[in-house]
């Protein structure tokens, strides 16, 4: 029988992995955790998941779950997914969530008494894309390290580097997922943001393909990660890949290519104007090169294979 522990469990994804751990046999027990008042929906109609509202920037707060219910509940694997959604969230208190509080996680867990796995969801986005770069990607592929990369960029860039500092010397078995962008509602998805425009501008002369992974996808990837033993990390494409072009007209909106240093003022305005999120500085490498995640590993090593098309138009 497993016991897990799920941060960021409020969110869309985070309750597409408490269903598919509840799906599972031998799921004993899973302590949710969120900021949130609201909890999960699994919550309400299944008496193992029991839901913890705590602030993880907190180092007492994290020290008080991991050697409080934790250790009552005897947990055995930690499925980190807790950071900022938003690219608005920047500044020390952003990188608090999604770089130290990993981090101290992390720590924690090597620490415990029954805790044996640690699994971070991490984001296909890391990953460097240019017109030198591979358009498949594998495990392989280089980080975009930019000094110049956006705080959103850059702190999950180093806490996925934090926890891949741990492989081979931790006591734990860890296992890092990073995954193609999930084009859907509270997914903290610029792609779902670019798309809440009725009309969506894209790069004049390029129509990159894009690979996206559908919430229940994405969800069974990290509890079937979370089950496993394999250490390292594992890629999670998505069923949809499509070109740009064919994306927007499926969301049902108008796209006109405009020049691409045009894209960053004409963003820009509109988050300035509609306090939308897209940020095209986030998004440049792939608006005009794509790049699609290889799943090689994962299919071979997890048994993951993406099998939930995206639905359109997303909501």
């Known amino acids: 029988m497993s016991r897990y522990l799920i941060t960021g469990a409020t969110t869309a994804i985070g309750e597409a992995v408490i269903r598919a751990l509840l799906a ?16 999960p929906t699994s919550v309400e109609i299944d008496g193992r998941v029991r839901y913890v509202r705590l602030d993880l920037t907190r180092e007492r707060n994290l020290r008080h779950l991991m050697f409080g219910p934790v250790r009552e509940h005897a947990t055995e694997v930690v499925i980190d ?11 020390p208190r952003a990188r608090a969530l999604n770089v130290l509080a990993t981090r101290s996680l992390l720590a924690l867990s090597e620490e ?12 296909g986005e890391v990953y460097a894309i240019d017109s030198s770069l591979p358009s498949r990607i594998d495990e392989a592929q280089p980080l975009d390290l930019s000094p ?15 926890v891949c500092t741990r492989f081979g010397m931790s006591p734990l078995s860890i296992a890092v997922v990073r995954a193609a962008e999930c084009l859907a509602p509270r997914a903290g998805s610029q792609l779902h943001d670019y798309l ?21 996808d994405l969800g ?9 033993s394999a250490q390292g990390i594992f890629n999670i494409p998505g069923a949809t890949t499509l070109p740009l072009s064919e994306i927007i007209r499926r969301s049902g909106r108008r796209q006109i ?18 306090g939308t999120d897209f940020d095209y500085a986030i998004n440049r490498g ?24 995206v639905p359109f138009p997303i909501d």
């Open 24 to 39: 599972q046999e031998g799921t004993a027990s899973i302590l949710a955790v969120g900021v949130e008042a609201v909890r």
């Open 81 to 91: 997914m807790a950071s900022h959604r938003g690219v608005g969230a920047s500044g």
């Open 112 to 123: 415990h008494p029954t805790i044996r796995r640690f699994v971070y969801r991490g984001f």
């Open 148 to 162: 110049g990369a956006p705080q959103w960029v850059r702190d999950r860039v180093e806490a996925d580097l934090t």
């Open 196 to 216: 809440s425009s009725d009309v969506c501008y894209r790069p004049l002369g390029y129509d990159p393909v894009i690979n996206l992974v559908s919430i229940e």
């Open 220 to 228: 069974r990837a990290l509890a079937l990660a979370a089950g496993a």
């Open 257 to 274: 290519p405009v020049p691409g240093p045009l894209m960053t003022p004409l963003y820009a305005l509109r988050r300035a104007a509609r």
């Open 286 to 309: 792939r608006l005009h090169h794509g790049a699609v995640l290889d799943g090689a590993r994962a299919r071979t090593i997890l048994g993951y294979a993406p099998e939930m098309p």
